[in-house]
């Protein structure tokens, strides 16, 4: 809704600075309308897919190294509550994502993980991070308790594997 009175703004705006040719004003006005009929139809359909579940405790860090001493998630094992969320943070040896098996994982966490995974590179998986203090957070509120593997896909035949539980 928000977004919607930002487009009807700057549909206005645009009205404004077209002002100089009658024509002109008529091609934008026109451009304007079709552009707040998409704008409101994801809006309203987002909830019924299953919305992502904001992060309501408190959110864990979890740092991706990859330097000297190897691979790893660092803490690899963390324990979590539900509705507590994890930001991993890239810091050395990208690439690194963040990658639940699909086949293991529960029906019913599967669909609140994949509710509550911005940006993913494939069902489950995270998508990768290069940069240092690039970061990737995942909210595990609606999310089973339950200890859930993961692993960094380029890094996995390199041990770099973590599991977070839920309780
Ligand atoms: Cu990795």
Known sequence: MRFLGFAVVTGAALLLGACGGGDKAATTDSAAAPAD?????PADAAPAAGAMAPITGTTHEVKMIG???????EPANITVATGDGI???MVSGGPHNIAFDPAVVPAAAKAALMANMPEQSGELSSKM?????ES???SFAGVPAGEYAYNCTPHLAMNMKGVITVK
């Open 67 to 73: 330097d000297g001493a190897g691979y790893r998630f």
């Open 87 to 89: 930001k991993f943070i």
């Open 37 to 41: 009929v998409p704008a409101a139809a």
């Open 136 to 138: 990737y957070t995942i």
């Open 129 to 133: 991070m290069l940069n240092a203090d």
